[in-house]
C-alpha cells in the first residue's frame, strides 16, 4: 500500500518552462550568446541550475568559472521572473486535495536551489500542506538521481521502500526512485516525454494527474 507520495516540481505540479528558458535567454543575450527556443529548454533542465547553465552556452566544454558566473546571474534573473508565467499543470489541484483527503504523505524534492523550492512552494500551492519540501541544498544533500535525500525522508517518516511512489517528469526522477529502490512513475505532461521516462524504468507513464489516482486504487486492491 502506498503511504507517502515524493513529487518533483517543475515539469511535474508547475509549468515553469516559459519563465525558465526566458530568464535563461536575457542572461545568454546580454553576454553576446545566441537565445534558445522555449522548447530546447525541455532538453536542458533537470539536472540543477549549473548544468542548466552549461547546456544553454555554445561551447562544448564551457570554461568552469564563466559557467559558476552564468549561474549566478541566472539565479539573480530568475529571482525576478519566477512566476510571471509559471502556473500548476491541470488537474494537479484536484489530486493534490483527494491525496490530502487520504491522508497520504506528500513531499517535493527538487534540484532547483533549495530557496527558489521554498519560495516557489509558499507562492504556488500555499492551500496545501506538504510533510516537506525539499531543493537542492549542496550543504546537505547532493543533486537528484543521488537518492540520499528521499533515502532521508524515507527514513524519517519510517517508511519501507514498497510504501514510496515518486513522481516525476524526467529521466532524473526515475533513475532517483530505481536508486533508492522506490516505485517511479512518470508524467507525460511535462518538460520530457514518454520514451525517455519508460528507458529510464518507470514502472508507468499517466497522461493525466487523476490516472495516479487509479494507480492507488490498483494497488490497495492488490
Given at each position: 500500500?502506498?503511504?507517502?507520495?515524493?513529487?518533483?516540481?517543475?515539469?511535474?505540479?508547475?509549468?515553469?518552462?516559459?519563465?525558465?528558458?526566458?530568464?535563461?535567454?536575457?542572461?545568454?543575450?546580454?553576454?553576446?550568446?545566441p537565445?534558445h527556443?522555449?522548447?530546447?529548454?525541455?532538453?536542458?533542465?533537470?539536472?540543477?541550475?549549473a548544468?542548466?547553465?552549461?547546456r544553454?552556452?555554445?561551447?562544448?566544454?564551457?570554461?568552469?568559472?564563466?559557467?559558476?558566473?552564468?549561474?549566478?546571474?541566472?539565479?539573480?534573473?530568475?529571482?525576478?521572473?519566477?512566476?510571471?508565467?509559471?502556473?500548476?499543470?491541470?488537474?494537479?489541484?484536484?489530486?493534490?486535495?483527494?491525496?490530502?483527503?487520504?491522508?497520504?504523505?506528500?513531499?517535493?524534492?527538487?534540484?532547483?536551489?533549495?530557496?527558489f523550492?521554498?519560495?516557489t512552494?509558499?507562492?504556488?500551492?500555499?492551500?496545501?500542506?506538504?510533510?516537506?519540501?525539499?531543493?537542492?541544498?549542496?550543504?546537505?544533500?547532493?543533486l537528484?538521481?543521488?537518492?540520499?535525500?528521499?533515502?532521508?525522508?524515507?527514513?524519517?517518516?519510517?517508511?519501507?521502500?514498497?510504501?514510496i511512489?515518486?513522481?516525476?517528469?524526467?529521466?532524473?526522477?526515475?533513475?532517483?526512485?530505481?536508486?533508492?529502490?522506490?516505485?517511479?512513475?512518470?508524467?507525460?505532461?511535462?518538460?520530457?516525454?514518454?520514451?525517455?521516462?519508460?528507458?529510464?524504468?518507470?514502472?508507468?507513464?499517466?497522461?493525466?494527474?487523476?490516472q495516479l489516482?487509479?494507480?492507488?486504487?490498483?494497488k490497495?486492491?492488490?
Amino acid at each position: 500500500m502506498i503511504k507517502a507520495i515524493f513529487f518533483d516540481l517543475d515539469g511535474t505540479l508547475l509549468d515553469s518552462l516559459e519563465d525558465i528558458a526566458e530568464s535563461m535567454n536575457h542572461v545568454l543575450e546580454t553576454e553576446g550568446y545566441p537565445s534558445h527556443p522555449i522548447e530546447s529548454y525541455r532538453q536542458f533542465v533537470g539536472n540543477g541550475m549549473a548544468n542548466l547553465v552549461h547546456r544553454a552556452l555554445p561551447e562544448e566544454n564551457p570554461d568552469l568559472n564563466h559557467v559558476q558566473q552564468l549561474t549566478q546571474k541566472m539565479k539573480e534573473e530568475f529571482s525576478v521572473h519566477w512566476k510571471v508565467n509559471s502556473k500548476l499543470y491541470p488537474g494537479i489541484p484536484d489530486l493534490l486535495n483527494q491525496l490530502k483527503e487520504k491522508k497520504i504523505t506528500l513531499g517535493i524534492l527538487s534540484n532547483k536551489p533549495h530557496d527558489f523550492t521554498i519560495k516557489t512552494v509558499e507562492h504556488f500551492f500555499s492551500q496545501w500542506e506538504f510533510d516537506f519540501v525539499q531543493g537542492w541544498e549542496p550543504s546537505k544533500f547532493p543533486l537528484k538521481p543521488d537518492p540520499k535525500s528521499l533515502d532521508a525522508y524515507r527514513r524519517n517518516f519510517s517508511l519501507q521502500t514498497n510504501e514510496i511512489l515518486f513522481l516525476g517528469d524526467s529521466d532524473v526522477d526515475m533513475i532517483t526512485a530505481k536508486n533508492a529502490g522506490v516505485i517511479g512513475i512518470g508524467v507525460s505532461w511535462g518538460f520530457r516525454g514518454k520514451v525517455e521516462l519508460l528507458q529510464a524504468g518507470a514502472e508507468l507513464v499517466i497522461d493525466q494527474p487523476s490516472q495516479l489516482l487509479d494507480y492507488l486504487k490498483s494497488k490497495r486492491a492488490d
